[in-house]
């Protein structure tokens, strides 16, 4: 096919699909249902978004299980990362790329009609991580008078604040690298 002075080739399910389907939603992948791609009769093609696509591809079992994990799988790594499994030893265990099962997690999590638990567990696993990168990086913070006495130790610049009922550390983290001599009136050091 040609436009302009360019050539332009298409698939024949592309092309049947788009003179003989509505496409309302603009999705932009034409699914075969049955799985035969040697089948362009407009009663087997379908307007999909990609991961729709791959979700039949799954449920069929037409993807390669060099690439990808069966329906099944991916059914067994969701229950188990909704119950608290990293979805790094998922990733791990099942031989299949971190972000890919991620992915492909979410996706179904939506099919499912779990996605804001899927989103929960993502969070909470994301929060324990960063807490025990942090565990043992924290200073203690001593609290002073402005006479220069302890007035008390805190775990850290966070606890300090929040022990004042501050949002924020900032300021006793300008005391603590000379930028200014008090915050919250009170002077600070490291402990």
């Given at each position: 096919?040609?436009q ?13 699909a ?12 034409v ?30 079992g037409?993807?390669?299980a ?7 799988q991916l ?6 990362f909704?119950?608290?499994e990293?979805m790094?030893?998922l ?14 997690l979410?996706?179904?999590a ?21 807490k ?9 913070v ?6 220069g ?9 966070t ?21 200014q ?5 009170f ?5």
């Amino acid at each position: 096919m040609w436009q302009g002075n360019k050539a332009n080739s298409r698939t024949v399910h592309r092309l049947v699909a788009q003179t003989y389907i509505s496409n309302p939603d603009n999705k932009p992948v034409v699914n075969h249902i049955d799985a035969n791609r040697a089948n362009p009769h407009r009663d087997n093609l379908e307007w999909v978004t990609q991961s729709e696509n791959l979700r039949h591809a799954y449920r069929l079992g037409t993807m390669s299980a060099k690439r990808t994990l069966s329906y099944a799988q991916l059914n067994e790594c969701l229950a188990r990362f909704l119950a608290g499994e990293s979805m790094t030893r998922l990733s791990g265990e099942f031989k299949h790329a971190l972000g890919r099962l991620s992915i492909n997690l979410r996706n179904l999590a939506v099919e499912m009609g779990v996605v804001d638990q899927f989103t929960k567990e993502l969070i909470r696993q994301k929060n324990w991580r960063n807490k025990e990168a942090n565990r043992g990086k924290q200073t203690p913070v001593l609290q002073l008078d402005l006479d220069g006495r302890v007035v008390a130790e805190h775990c850290s610049l966070t606890a300090a604040a929040a022990s004042l009922g501050k949002d924020t550390s900032g300021p006793i983290s300008n005391v603590l690298r000379r930028r200014q001599r008090s915050a919250y009136g009170f002077l600070w050091k490291l402990g």
